[in-house]
T-cell receptor, first 116, second 112 residues
């Protein structure tokens, strides 16, 4: 079975500091995408960043970057210069079926608290 | 309207009621999805539609009945639900099954 595991139920960070959220996954596919989604208190799921497994370069979107370790099946999210608006539940997601199918499997989520 | 919209945002229903959730996407996407989000559980994929054809029915009880009349609209028809069906129901769409999904704001369903 393909699974996604987020081992940190909760994390906290001081404003302006850096925090890293962990995610591991299990797959037999060689080519696939990985996603991080953010769900703030409004409950709206927002795509934060996407990584393509065939690309060796880690994806970056402004203050958000990933550390993708394909062999270790690890996909962590780094948030730099944390802001109060970053407080949310963060989900790692993997599309079961690799790149050919949209069946997203989500991790359990990590609640991020940002302290002023 | 932009993005993915869902109506109603909140719904309270009895176990004998019949109601429908509506999702509309304004992004020109070809795939649409229903997810269930319960407290303390990961998001669960319920249904996937691609080009108006159902491509996934993830072992969902028959009291949930999806309908996709066109690529912009997705419905979830509800009947004789149970209290454990109370959850946030999220709709999403994507350009195709390959690409990232964009989510609506969800419908908070309470079954009494």
């Amino acid at each position: 079975a393909q699974t996604v595991t987020q081992s940190q139920p909760e994390m906290s960070v001081q404003e302006a500091e850096t925090v890293t959220l962990s995610c591991t996954y299990d797959t037999s596919e060689s080519d696939y995408y990985l996603f991080w989604y953010k769900q703030p208190p409004s409950r709206q799921m927002i795509l934060v960043i996407r990584q393509e497994a065939y690309k060796q370069q880690n994806a970056t979107e402004n203050r958000f970057s990933v550390n993708f370790q394909k062999a270790a099946k690890s996909f962590s999210l780094k948030i730099s210069d944390s802001q109060l608006g970053d407080a949310a539940m963060y989900f790692c997601a993997y599309p079961a079926g690799g790149t050919s199918y949209g069946k997203l499997t989500f991790g359990q989520g990590t609640i991020l608290t940002v302290h002023p | 309207e932009t993005g993915v919209t869902q109506t109603p945002r909140h719904l309270v229903m009895g176990m004998t009621n019949k109601k429908s959730l509506k999702c509309e996407q304004h992004l020109g996407h070809n795939a649409m999805y229903w997810y269930k989000q319960s407290a303390k559980k990961p998001l669960e994929l319920m249904f996937v539609y691609s080009l108006e054809e159902r491509v996934e029915n993830n072992s969902v009880p028959s009291r949930f009945s999806p309908e996709c009349p066109n690529s912009s609209h997705l419905f979830l028809h509800l009947h004789t639900l149970q209290p454990e069906d109370s959850a946030l129901y999220l709709c999403a769409s994507s350009q195709s099954l390959v690409y990232e999904q964009f989510f609506g704001p969800g419908t908070r369903l309470t079954v009494l």
